[in-house]
């Protein structure tokens, strides 16, 4: 069950990664990925010119002009497409996953402009909010909309997200937030844009990783050697769509703790193995304490050398999908793949 307090979207923000987190840290792993696109975003007139009205799980943001001045408050995804967009907020919530506050494909896009990030620990500083006047909040990627949408509406127009948090996909966060914004036509254009890239890497690379059996792995803090990603995850789906194949041994696995994850003991540790075996660390000493471990070294694959390590920049930009993070995983991770999968 999803937790949707100030204490748990704090928490989920510095351990995203923690195979035994808050529920809420667990949902934003599963689902939030790489279908197809949702229903239309907004009704609006045609032109998806002002006022727009668009409606959310949470309730309908009615924007009356175009917004001058954006504030974003999801965990990273609202700010991800802002960015993409050309619109830099006035303020956003950090990402305390990065030491800057900013993942590096928004750094990488801002060129240097700087976004003032809002402090704050548990709850979100609605009055500090209020303080710099905006137009537009955006709050589709928010752990804690339930809760502070009341809040944050009673500011400025909110927009939510359109069925859940987890479950909306990003070509239907971009579209939404691109109709929001009044760049619609700009936020199809990315769409595609990233879809074709998607494509053309698996297209490229298609002799060598199609039908290639993977796992992804995350580190258990409760004894388990791993906390190992199932079908429904945004990364089992991100991984799939360049032509790889979960293994049987994973898709089989009831899901135990977060959605879209299952604990592997470590006398199981055999069912981490594939064709391609990926495992994400937080810190060094994670990544020591795995690959130090003999049931993981005894692996066929890691043996082979067809074992990948993912740092944990690389793991947010794969399990938190944007019209951003996807052009950066698939730089960080196609190469990892062509070299592993030469040596399955």
Known sequence: MVQKNGNATGLSRRLF???????ALGVALSACGSGSSGTSPASAPAGNGFPLTVPGAEGEAVIPAKPGKVISVGFMRDLDEAVSLGVNPVATTPSTNFDSGLPPWVEAKLGGAKIEQLSYEDNLPFEKIA???????????????????????????????????????????????????????????????????VEAAKKQHEKLLSGKTFTFSLINSDGAIAT?????????????????????????????????????AQ?????????LVLFSFRSAEE???????????????????????????TA????FPSTLSIPYALDKIIPQLVQAAGKA
């Open 17 to 23: 990664l923690t195979a035994t987190g808050v529920g």
């Open 131 to 197: 303080s710099l006047g905006p137009d537009l909040i955006l709050a589709t990627d928010s752990y804690s909309l339930a809760d502070d949408y009341k809040n944050l509406s009673a500011i400025a127009p909110t927009l939510s997200y359109e069925k859940d948090v987890a479950e909306d996909t990003w070509q239907t966060r971009a579209t939404r937030i691109g109709s929001a914004l009044g760049r619609a036509d700009e936020a199809k254009k990315i769409v595609a844009d990233v879809t074709s890239k």
């Open 228 to 264: 190992i990603i199932l079908p429904t995850d945004a990364s089992a789906a991100f991984l799939s769509q360049l032509g790889l194949t979960l293994s049987q041994k994973v898709t089989s696995l009831p899901q135990a703790g977060p959605a879209g994850r299952a604990t592997v």
């Open 267 to 275: 006398e199981n540790t055999d069912l981490l193995d594939a064709d």
């Open 287 to 313: 990544k020591a304490k795995v690959e130090g471990d003999r049931l993981f070294q005894n692996l066929p694959a890691v043996k082979k050398g067809a074992y990948i390590p993912i740092d944990v920049e």
């Open 316 to 319: 947010l930009s794969i399990a």
